[in-house]
């Protein structure tokens, strides 16, 4: 009995021992996991049940009125409108293009860390410093970009000035910072293509570039393309710098997007509850993308 | 008839030169395997027999064809990778029929949805469909044609490669070392498969490997490559027992063969030990020359006679056989002899032992390598005070 | 044929890509360009590369003297730094006994590290700066420092390396008689390099360019991170000063685009394995 117990004893400790040691390694990032994530994340369902507004004393829990609220918010309504034609611009539009480029620079044997570089310099630059640059280029009379255009007779819009054109030109600033992002994930994803597949679509018929894009290339960035569509989707829902820098929103709303309302709403304007239940369709936004990814399109990608 | 032939071809990548000028033919029917150690060119000779690569100088012809700038695509030849190099995302069956699709569908056609609305097309997919049901039923491979690569295992994506490189009656079959991926058992089970393979199909079959084995046991010819020379083609009994050159015999045969560094003199007379060769000198003055025996014409015994003396260094127990590692005491040169286990029984590490070796099986090479023509003229007991 | 069809193709890509990186390259360009243009020259013609009067010195001590571009580069700095350092010694350790001890609590880590991914600063914000708020640690390091201080991101990175790492080097450090602190620190942070690495550039660039968390916490020039320091200049600028409003931009961007030239073959990487791990 008693040699049984010290068995026992001896095959446990060591494992506790490691347990413990485990938990206390652990602990600090646990501790700032609940305060600064967990917390504040529950937190901001609780607010967007209340009526909560910075610099007032009290509060009280008004249910779905803050919801109902939004739902009828023609503000809110056109931020998640222009964010959703914003994303439908920037995400298509920088994964295409920075798979292109990357098939090109991956095709070619020289120049290819240069032309890496270029593309790949706006991810590294300060992007409210570069959106200054791409006002002044965007400028309606002494801007470059409609000078440019008016050497071929063509009169350039008021690019961030009118409501009719503003969010595309935020696209444009948003697709050139985020193409080079998307490309080198996408080099990478084509380096790591087994050569000996593109020999065997060679003597398996496939002639064209074409021909060896759909049969090889194509399917092997499976996984590489949905993780930069993910990414890419929710750059684009969480765009603020630009349009904080240069429209706050305007002309006429024609720029607000998600971030910058909430921003408005919780930071400006102090309405802390309403601005939480409009994080949390935001949160539920992301959430949503994120089950997309692994849930349906991530079956289809992955062949082991 | 000559389905390939190859002539003079010659590659260098940077300055570092691949291939040096290989010619040779392969007829109809005939299996022929290149074999040598990584790094002699095998590979990239195969890849410009495919057209994945180009040769720098040397013309190929398929079938009485000149091919030499044509692409891969157009040159009617099907290759297993080593990798089996399967479209991850294709089931087995798409990737059989995957050859011929390119072939027999257009671009167009070849769209989905909207390649099914063209006229033709649902006939020649049933015909592609026919085809790879059959070809899977010849490899019995049929329940696999649902999977995709991930879910096989090495065997059976091995056989699914073998299928989609024999579905379009090619007019040469490449294989780039299909085996080597395969685990030991699998490994020789399926070498008889793919002889057998071979002899249905009676296309003609360039094989790459670098394990001899493989190479004498199931080619009709075996072309050995060594730092971009074709050293040798000839059937595997030639190769093995009358190899043309020093690099030939030392890469072929396990363990490896003997070779003793001794002179030729004047007359063209080499002595050995108690062994006396008659070869023919052409410099008219006393030259180095090698000798090579393999270990199985070498034979061990305890008495004090023999041809040398040498001393047991070393014995392996290998079952059927032992080797028995020994060291010259005169010339000092190693000596690996193949003999049996009864044999060996008497024998211990240290002990002096007498070797002698079959005449007619030594082999002289010159200190180029080349094989110099040398026939036995006489052979005497070594006793144990004299000098070799 | 080959050859020359080969030669056509390689014009037509080079073409593409070099047009391509033209106008990649267009905003710097004209950055660089009218940072040294006078006002009036800036109003007449806009296409012209070379400024007729050099007006480099100008514009570049307006923007000098308006923001106190050392201040912000300063707070910059050791806003990222502090937050690089804080991230690092937090998930390492963490992310090691997650990987390598075994306890119960791994497998909810686990998964609260996978909603912690799901969770950006954009939505914690408002809780935290209600709380910033009523702690009264506005315009401070500490509430521009805090918020970042866990970086699930991290973890999640540092784990899937350190499972890489073969337990036999961790069970021979054991027997060495090394704690597991000491194996933390002596083991696997060496052979975790790469990745601390390619986790520092991720983070820096991250912060460095972040604008939402500043702009809430702090209102005082004296913390402004460099995109608030640009946010004030523009505003007190507010006309239609491009020249000096380019060199500004100049200064502000040139410290990490400068850094990532230097560095651009760790910054590749950096961001290709922090992107496909993540």
Same mark, same amino acid.
């Given at each position: 009995?008693?040699?049984?117990?010290?068995?026992?004893?001896?095959?446990?400790?060591?494992?506790?021992?490691?347990?413990?040691?485990?938990?206390?390694?652990?602990?600090?990032?646990?501790?700032?996991?609940?305060?600064?994530?967990?917390?504040?994340? !529950?937190?901001?369902?609780?607010?967007?049940?209340?009526?909560?507004?910075?610099?007032?004393?009290?509060?009280?829990?008004?249910?779905?009125?803050?919801?109902?609220?939004?739902?009828?918010?023609?503000?809110?309504?056109?931020?998640?409108?222009?964010?959703?034609?914003?994303?439908?611009?920037?995400?298509?539009?920088?994964?295409?293009?920075?798979?292109?480029?990357?098939?090109?620079?991956?095709?070619?044997?020289?120049?290819?860390?240069?032309?890496?570089?270029?593309?790949?310099?706006?991810?590294?630059?300060?992007?409210?410093?570069?959106?200054?640059?791409?006002?002044?280029?965007?400028?309606?009379?002494?801007?470059?970009?409609?000078?440019? !255009?008016?050497?071929?007779?063509?009169?350039?819009?008021?690019?961030?000035?009118?409501?009719?054109?503003?969010?595309?030109?935020?696209?444009?600033?948003?697709?050139?910072?985020?193409?080079?992002?998307?490309?080198?994930?996408? !080099?990478?994803?084509?380096?790591?293509?087994?050569?000996?597949?593109?020999?065997?679509?060679?003597?398996?018929?496939?002639?064209?570039?074409?021909?060896?894009?759909?049969?090889?290339?194509?399917?092997?960035?499976?996984?590489?393309?949905?993780?930069?569509?993910?990414?890419?989707?929710?750059?684009?829902?969480?765009?603020?710098?630009?349009?904080?820098?240069?429209?706050?929103?305007?002309?006429?709303?024609?720029?607000?997007? !998600?971030?910058?309302?909430?921003?408005?709403?919780?930071?400006?304007?102090?309405?802390?509850?309403?601005?939480?239940?409009?994080?949390?369709?935001?949160?539920?936004?992301?959430?949503?993308?994120?089950?997309?990814?692994?849930?349906?399109?991530?079956?289809?990608?992955?062949?082991? | 008839?000559?389905?390939?032939?190859?002539?003079?071809?010659?590659?260098?990548?940077?300055?570092?030169?691949?291939?040096?000028? *290989?010619?040779?033919?392969?007829?109809?029917?005939?299996?022929?395997?290149?074999?040598?150690?990584?790094?002699?060119?095998?590979?990239?000779?195969?890849?410009?027999?495919? $057209?994945?690569?180009?040769?720098?100088?040397?013309? *190929?012809?398929?079938?009485?064809?000149?091919?030499?700038?044509?692409?891969?695509?157009?040159?009617?030849?099907?290759?297993?990778?080593?990798?089996?190099?399967?479209?991850?995302?294709?089931?087995?069956?798409?990737?059989?029929?995957?050859?011929?699709?390119?072939? @027999? /569908?257009?671009?167009?056609?070849?769209?989905?949805?909207?390649?099914? /609305?063209?006229?033709?097309?649902?006939?020649?997919?049933?015909?592609?469909?026919?085809?790879?049901?059959?070809?899977?039923?010849?490899?019995?491979?049929?329940?696999?044609?649902?999977?995709?690569?991930?879910?096989?295992?090495?065997?059976? @994506?091995?056989?699914?490669?073998?299928? @989609?490189?024999?579905?379009?009656?090619?007019?040469?079959?490449?294989?780039?070392?299909?085996?080597?991926?395969?685990?030991?058992?699998?490994?020789?089970?399926?070498?008889?498969?793919?002889?057998?393979?071979?002899?249905?199909?009676?296309?003609?079959? /360039?094989?790459?490997?670098?394990?001899?084995?493989?190479?004498?046991?199931?080619?009709?010819?075996?072309?050995?490559?060594?730092?971009?020379?074709?050293?040798?083609?000839?059937?595997?009994?030639?190769?093995?027992?009358?190899?043309?050159?020093?690099?030939?015999? @030392?890469?072929?045969?396990?363990?490896?063969?003997?070779?003793?560094?001794?002179?030729?003199?004047?007359?063209?007379?080499?002595?050995?030990?108690?062994?006396? /060769?008659?070869?023919?000198?052409?410099?008219?003055?006393?030259?180095?020359?090698?000798?090579?025996?393999?270990?199985?014409?070498?034979?061990?015994?305890?008495?004090? $006679?023999?041809?040398?003396?040498?001393?047991?260094?070393?014995?392996?127990?290998?079952?059927?056989?032992? *080797?028995?590692?020994?060291?010259?005491?005169?010339?000092?040169?190693?000596?690996?002899?193949?003999?049996?286990?009864?044999?060996?029984?008497?024998?211990?590490?240290?002990?002096?032992?007498?070797?002698?070796?079959?005449?007619?099986?030594?082999?002289?090479?010159?200190?180029? $390598?080349?094989?110099?023509?040398?026939?036995?003229?006489?052979?005497?007991?070594?006793?144990?005070?004299?000098?070799? | 044929?080959?050859?020359?069809?080969?030669? +056509?193709?390689?014009?037509?890509?080079?073409?593409?890509?070099?047009?391509?990186?033209?106008?990649?390259?267009?905003?710097?360009?004209?950055?660089?360009?009218?940072?040294?243009?006078?006002?009036?020259?800036?109003?007449?013609?806009?296409?012209?590369?070379?400024?007729?009067? &050099?007006?480099?010195?100008?514009?570049? %001590?307006?923007?000098? %003297?308006?923001?106190?571009?050392?201040?912000?580069?300063?707070?910059?700095?050791?806003?990222?730094?502090?937050?690089?350092?804080?991230?690092?010694?937090?998930?390492?350790?963490?992310?090691?006994?997650?990987?390598?001890?075994?306890?119960?609590?791994?497998?909810? +880590?686990?998964?609260?590290? +996978?909603?912690?991914?799901?969770?950006?600063?954009?939505?914690?914000?408002?809780?935290?700066?209600?709380?910033?708020?009523?702690?009264?640690?506005?315009?401070?390091?500490?509430?521009?420092?805090?918020?970042?201080?866990? %970086?699930?991101?991290?973890?999640?990175?540092?784990?899937?390396?350190?499972?890489?790492?073969?337990?036999?080097?961790?069970?021979?450090?054991?027997?060495?008689?090394?704690?597991?602190?000491?194996?933390?620190?002596?083991?696997?942070?060496?052979?975790? &390099?790469?990745?601390?690495?390619?986790?520092?550039?991720?983070?820096?660039?991250?912060?460095?360019?972040?604008?939402? &968390?500043?702009?809430?916490?702090?209102?005082?020039?004296?913390?402004?991170?460099?995109?608030?320091?640009?946010?004030?200049?523009?505003?007190?600028?507010?006309?239609?000063?491009?020249?000096?409003? +380019?060199?500004?931009?100049?200064?502000?961007?040139?410290?990490?685009?400068?850094?990532?030239?230097?560095?651009?073959?760790?910054?590749?990487?950096?961001?290709?394995?922090?992107?496909?791990?993540?």
């Amino acid at each position: 009995m008693a040699s049984v117990a010290t068995v026992d004893r001896f095959a446990i400790e060591p494992a506790a021992r490691e347990a413990r040691v485990a938990w206390l390694l652990a602990l600090p990032a646990i501790v700032l996991l609940f305060l600064f994530i967990l917390l504040p994340t !529950l937190a901001v369902i609780v607010l967007g049940f209340t009526d909560f507004e910075l610099g007032y004393a009290g509060f009280r829990f008004v249910g779905f009125e803050n919801y109902a609220e939004l739902v009828s918010d023609r503000t809110f309504l056109r931020s998640l409108w222009n964010t959703a034609v914003y994303t439908i611009i920037v995400a298509p539009a920088s994964i295409i293009l920075a798979l292109a480029i990357a098939m090109l620079i991956e095709a070619e044997t020289r120049g290819r860390a240069f032309f890496r570089t270029v593309y790949f310099l706006p991810v590294a630059s300060l992007l409210v410093a570069m959106a200054t640059v791409w006002q002044f280029l965007f400028h309606p009379t002494i801007g470059p970009v409609n000078a440019f !255009l008016a050497t071929f007779g063509i009169a350039g819009p008021n690019w961030l000035g009118a409501s009719g054109t503003v969010l595309y030109g935020l696209a444009i600033i948003g697709v050139w910072q985020s193409v080079g992002f998307n490309m080198v994930l996408f !080099l990478a994803g084509l380096t790591a293509i087994p050569r000996e597949l593109y020999a065997a679509a060679q003597i398996d018929g496939a002639k064209s570039w074409f021909d060896r894009f759909r049969l090889v290339t194509w399917p092997m960035l499976g996984p590489t393309t949905l993780f930069v569509t993910t990414i890419s989707v929710i750059n684009s829902v969480k765009v603020f710098e630009t349009v904080k820098t240069l429209t706050e929103g305007g002309p006429n709303k024609a720029s607000e997007v !998600l971030l910058f309302t909430i921003y408005q709403e919780g930071f400006v304007y102090l309405r802390v509850g309403y601005a939480s239940a409009m994080t949390v369709v935001f949160l539920a936004i992301l959430v949503a993308l994120m089950f997309l990814q692994y849930r349906v399109l991530d079956r289809k990608v992955h062949y082991a | 008839m000559t389905v390939l032939s190859l002539r003079g071809i010659a590659k260098s990548y940077g300055g570092n030169t691949i291939l040096k000028s *290989i010619t040779f033919e392969a007829e109809a029917g005939e299996f022929i395997a290149l074999v040598g150690p990584s790094g002699c060119g095998k590979s990239t000779l195969l890849r410009i027999v495919a $057209g994945l690569d180009h040769a720098d100088h040397g013309d *190929i012809a398929i079938a009485g064809r000149d091919v030499s700038r044509v692409p891969a695509a157009d040159r009617n030849i099907a290759m297993v990778f080593q990798s089996y190099a399967l479209y991850p995302h294709l089931t087995a069956g798409q990737n059989i029929a995957v050859p011929l699709a390119m072939r @027999r /569908l257009t671009a167009m056609q070849r769209l989905p949805l909207l390649g099914s /609305l063209l006229p033709g097309q649902r006939q020649i997919c049933a015909d592609i469909q026919r085809q790879v049901d059959e070809m899977a039923s010849s490899l019995k491979i049929d329940h696999l044609l649902g999977r995709k690569p991930g879910q096989m295992s090495g065997g059976q @994506r091995q056989r699914v490669a073998l299928a @989609r490189a024999m579905v379009r009656r090619p007019s040469v079959f490449l294989m780039d070392e299909p085996l080597s991926n395969l685990d030991a058992n699998l490994r020789v089970h399926a070498r008889g498969e793919i002889v057998d393979l071979h002899r249905r199909a009676g296309v003609p079959t /360039l094989y790459v490997t670098h394990d001899q084995s493989e190479a004498l046991s199931m080619a009709d010819r075996v072309a050995v490559m060594i730092g971009g020379n074709l050293l040798q083609l000839a059937d595997p009994r030639e190769i093995y027992d009358n190899p043309a050159h020093i690099e030939v015999a @030392r890469f072929l045969g396990q363990p490896k063969i003997n070779v003793l560094e001794t002179r030729m003199d004047a007359s063209g007379v080499v002595r050995f030990g108690g062994l006396v /060769l008659a070869g023919e000198n052409r410099s008219a003055a006393e030259t180095p020359v090698m000798v090579g025996v393999r270990p199985e014409f070498v034979r061990v015994r305890a008495d004090n $006679g023999g041809m040398l003396r040498a001393r047991v260094e070393r014995m392996e127990f290998l079952g059927s056989e032992v *080797i028995v590692h020994t060291r010259l005491d005169a010339i000092g040169g190693a000596v690996t002899i193949k003999s049996t286990p009864s044999e060996a029984a008497s024998l211990s590490t240290g002990m002096p032992v007498g070797v002698d070796v079959t005449p007619e099986r030594v082999m002289l090479f010159g200190r180029d $390598g080349e094989r110099l023509a040398a026939k036995p003229i006489g052979m005497m007991t070594v006793l144990e005070t004299a000098n070799g | 044929m080959i050859t020359t069809s080969l030669s +056509m193709g390689r014009v037509a890509r080079l073409t593409v890509l070099s047009l391509g990186a033209l106008i990649f390259l267009a905003p710097y360009i004209f950055m660089i360009s009218t940072a040294g243009k006078a006002q009036s020259e800036i109003f007449s013609s806009s296409l012209s590369l070379i400024p007729q009067q &050099w007006s480099y010195i100008e514009n570049f %001590s307006k923007a000098l %003297s308006r923001v106190s571009m050392s201040t912000l580069f300063i707070n910059g700095v050791i806003v990222c730094a502090l937050i690089f350092v804080v991230q690092v010694v937090v998930a390492i350790p963490c992310a090691y006994a997650m990987a390598k001890l075994r306890f119960q609590a791994a497998r909810t +880590m686990m998964l609260l590290v +996978m909603i912690g991914l799901l969770v950006p600063i954009h939505a914690t914000a408002l809780p935290l700066y209600v709380a910033f708020d009523r702690l009264s640690v506005l315009n401070s390091y500490l509430a521009l420092v805090a918020p970042f201080s866990i %970086s699930v991101f991290a973890i999640f990175l540092f784990l899937q390396f350190f499972r890489a790492i073969p337990d036999d080097l961790i069970q021979a450090a054991r027997l060495d008689g090394m704690s597991e602190a000491g194996i933390v620190v002596r083991v696997v942070v060496p052979n975790a &390099w790469p990745a601390i690495t390619a986790f520092a550039i991720f983070s820096v660039v991250a912060h460095w360019n972040d604008l939402f &968390w500043p702009l809430i916490v702090v209102t005082n020039q004296d913390y402004a991170t460099p995109p608030l320091g640009l946010l004030y200049f523009r505003a007190a600028e507010a006309g239609d000063d491009y020249g000096a409003l +380019m060199a500004a931009t100049l200064i502000i961007t040139l410290p990490l685009v400068t850094a990532f030239l230097l560095a651009q073959k760790r910054f590749v990487e950096g961001i290709t394995m922090t992107g496909l791990k993540g």
